[in-house]
């Protein structure tokens, strides 16, 4: 028991509410791993024949694991055993909504990508908004990304069955009905064979694990690759 | 051993004054330590029950999924031995729909059994118990519930696939705190609803509970071991109630160490009216004492007598000390509130009556060494010299003060647990002890040097200097009285400051995040009033002058870490509560930077963490895109406010354009907030709030109270320093009083009497608060910027008052105790100094 | 002949002590005419110190009344007392009293500083000189002797020039060989300054050269010293 501890006791109550306020759940801002950090200018291409964006929420980030375990380290990986000298750039946001997405596509456009993998909504459901906001969100940035002439990858995502049928019904549904309007590359769901298996998530059920990881950028890989094919053309 | 009753009994009659300034010093210091002490055990004794009430049992098992076969298997085998019951609870988050209208609401669920909970209280609004008014097919809500979606007791609410009817709305949660914060509020199902509800199975979310009531909650321990080991390692969490780790627990720790330390002050002060009185008592019979002895008495004769004395007056101080102490822990919980830990009992123990008993012994034994040693020293031949000649330089103040220092030191170490706190305590006490002293010769040596224009004037600054040199001693005790009670006030004022004035009324309680920059007009016309929008920007921090963050070092921190990602924002003026600590504006010399670098603000406790310094190089990645800035100024917060605070402030040019959304904090009357969220979340539906006034209003409530202890207890050494100031001043006045007799008899009249008088006791008063002030700020200042990390005001004014205030009652406490002398006529008092 | 310099008439002084009512002067009046030197002779508990304080008015006669200088002071408070005690009257006691505080010089200055006499220290100097303490200046009483204290004491009770100085059986605490020459220089002194000096003692010694003895005895004043 010292003084320090009695600072940090009342410190500690402020910091929390205050950190807890600022950051959203799921993706809460507890310390992770921070992203793939090499220099990444803003439209130069160095050496790659072009940028991937990795666009999306925590799950995206890597909330959990070592920067070079998230998805897109992983699936860039993958890709130059292909030969294809992809850059992908991780720019997923934990705790972001699809609103917060929509709102920084110019951003992602600075990184002119020659494809976007978008995969948002989650925290959206978690959070019980509206899927109709969120199928707007989406399509919006679908929309923009098109005008740009950018090949997008979406990732259907699949709402947790304890927030009622009627919502997860509205919400699962959205994505592949988006992806027939827009004609995107379409992969069903982003957690597949990963959600719910314990051995594929960390201890707090929701984030994946590197192994979690691992099974979603294969099964990425084929969407991602026919994008590219669709981008060269 | 022989026993002189009348001697001790004429003794203490005639003692007068000074035996009640003994006894209630005696008494101050036992009821503060054995109030605290004895509300600490009854705290930590029912810290456990405290935590069982937050957990809602002695031990619990959590999992994000179905506890495993194995688990409930060693829980149940434990059951049917009757070690312990068991109760499951299911939680999860749904969208829930009102039946007639097509509205919606995510809430909280949290499915019980009938006999939830083991521990804590669910207050509802009828009075029932839960398990009564939870029937299969009801369900109970919180108010937020009913006002979001417009529903009524008695209305229908759609979970799931099932119906319900809300029975009854939750008043009170004890076992909510630790989730004060969630995106909705709490609906309660029966255990038997629950499967109907389709809400559960493969793909969901749900918190599994087990809370297990222990026949012996002592066996806590154990039983966690055992079951531990047939929990599925990282999934499932088994703890007891008491480890789970709990604010409350720590808020009265760091409270009680606070009390522990200003108990101990008091203590200090205490000890010192003892040891002041005591002298008085002995001055005063000094003739007696020699008398005594000139007719044989010997020094162990007398030596018995006064220690009788002194125990007496010890036990009868102890004694009130102990009742007092009692009156003052039934005075905690009214304190206190309902902030006070379940279980914390008006009851006495016997050990606290005994520990006040000890203690009392030592203390009275310790702090009246010296003045009884002094005994020895009393020779008979003071009948017929009736001047006293200087104290010879004895061994016995040293010894005696290194014995005080020591039992101190382990009384602090004691109250405190802290041997490092200990010693720093008593160092600094005698530090400051032996400054005060040597200045107070050096000023004295000055004083009687210096050029003094009146004759008044010039008498009292030699009375300062009259033979035994009682002043130095004089000033010593009050200066340490006056700085410990000015440090004790200047920390009081700063933490307040800090914690409680800058958590005003109108704090905020509602949080809104999430809004978008095109929401931005549409948000302030819903909230209706010009609010406050933070834009938040993500990033991560990438090199600090070219040095690579580490994110696996990061992670290693116990402080925040340089690896996560941070929230940055914009903007051209510091907020209300921020100063600037390096560099002069927030963007200095930004013209100066070379192109592609732009101007950055870092708050100060994430320098400290990472240290960063002025003009250092900061390169971050938001969101891809590579910024590189340098640090212009660091700002520091000047309160501790439940307000949203950035670490890294950028100009508005570098970050506008990057993606970023919005974040508001608003204060709105409580029965406001229902309304005002509808309202946002119907225009924004994107947005989601975060309505924090229950817990504001409870950390409010909880600073007002912790406020009122505080000073509850900052009075008690304040009254004894009083006493001291009093004590002290009584115990010299023989020497003046003389002189006073003196002066008239020479043709003084009561103008230059009462001028001398005052003067000196004005230059006591005045050199010891200067020096009390100047120590006291010193050390306030340490204590807040080293230890609690907080910005310190030096509140002059109340530096000023104190030395004002000294003077005031020192002149008084002077002018009253020879008041009487200046209207007699002078041959009273040399009659009794020639002893006829 | 002028007015005597003090006049005392039916003072009596009792005190009451519990239930006993102890009489120390009983019904005495007296007076000294100025620049006489009397002394009041008696044994030990006579009320030798206590005629002194009454006549000089450091303390209050419980009956009858005291003239100092044609003033009635019986019922003077302290502070119409304080100027008369400073200017007109000093005093010697035989505890000496001196202020611990103050140095020589600086005891026997403070009459004449309480008087704001611009020559203070001229005049305490001289008296230093005159009574050989002048090495002695700095020291405070408590470095000084027995005698040495005495002799500051006489200094400071004539330093504002008084017409009338008590003493209190001055030599009380002296050897012989110091109350003789304090005596000396009471004397000497009372006849420089053309003081009347008013002296308690039981020595016989003294008695002997004074110019009347007053003899109390049982608080009685059985002798006025008047030779008939």
Redesign the interface.
Known sequence: MTFTQLASGFRNLLVFIAMIILLALPGCDSPAPPQNAEPVNEGKTTGAEGVIVAMGDSLTAGLGVAPTESYPAQLEKLLAERGLNYRVVNAGISGETSSGAKARIDWVLRLNPAVVILETGANDGLRGIDPKLVEENIEQIIVRLKQEEITVVLTGMMMLTNLGKTYVTAFNDLYPRLARQHEVVFMPFFLKDVAAEPTKNQADGIHPNPAGYQIIAANLLPYVEKAIQIASD | MMIHYRFLLEELRYGGKQVITFVICVALSIATLTALNSFRRDVHGSLIDEARELQGGDIIIHAHQPISDKLQLAVDSLAQQNYLKQQKTFEFYTVVLSEIKDSSLLSSIKAVESAYPFFGTITLTSGLQLGEALEPGTVVVAQEVLDRLDRAIGDRLIIGDVAFTIADVVAFESMRPVSFLSFGPRIFISMTDLDQLGLLGRGSRVEHELLLQLSEPGDAEDITKILSASAVPRVERVETAASARSRVRTFFDNLLFFLSCISILTLMLSGIGMQGSLSAILYQKQKVIAVTKAFGASNRFLLTQYLIMVSFMGAFGSLIGIGLGYTIKRLFPLLLGDLVPQGVGYAFHPADTLEGIVLGILVVTVFTLLPLHRLGTVKPVMIFR??T??AKRQAAPIITGIICSLFLSLLVIRQIDDVKIGIFFVLGLVLLIATVSLTASACLWLLKRAPLPT?ALRQAA??L???GNASRSIIVTLTSAISVLLVIFLLKLNLFATFIESYPENAPNLFCIDIQQDQKDLFQAVVGEEVLLFPVIRARLLSINDQPIDPVQERERKTDNLGREFNLTYRENLLDDEIIIGGNSLFEGTERLPPGVVALSVLDSIAEIGEIELDDRMRFNIQGVEIEAQVTSIRSRTESRLYPFFYFVFEPATLEAAPQTFFSAIHLPRELIPDMITAIVAQLPNVSTINVADVADRFGQLMKRLSVVITFFASFSIMAGCLILISTIFATRL?RI??TV???????????VLLVLTCEHAMLALFSSIMAVIFAEVAAWLICTTVFNIVYQPHWYVAGLTVVCSIVLVIMIGLTSSFGI???????Y?RQ??G? | MSDPILRAAHISKHYTIGERRAIVLNDISMQLEAGEFAVISGASGSGK??LL??LS????PSNGRVWLDTQDITDFD??RL??????L?G?V??????????TSM?NIM??A???RDPDATEKASQLLHRVGLWEQRHN???QLSGGEKQRVAIC?ALI?NPQLVFADEPTGNLDSENSREVVELLLELQQEFNTTLLLATHSSEISDRADRVLSLHDGRLVDNGYRQ
Not at chain 2, 822 to 827: D, L, V, Y
Not at chain 3, 57 to 60: N, Q, R
Not at chain 3, 93 to 102: D, G, N
């Open positions: 009736h001047e000649g200087a004759l030699k009375s200097y009259r033979p020497d003389r002189e003196y002066y008239k008899v020479l043709g003084a009249d009561s103008n230059f200046i209207q007699q006529r002078p041959a009273v040399l100094q020639n006829t | 110190t206590t304080t009454v008015g450091l303390d209050k302290e502070n304080a100027p008369l005690r400073n200017r009257i005093f006691f035989q505890a000496f009293h001196l202020v611990p505080s103050l600086e403070f009459p500083e309480l008087n405070r009483p408590e400071r504002n």
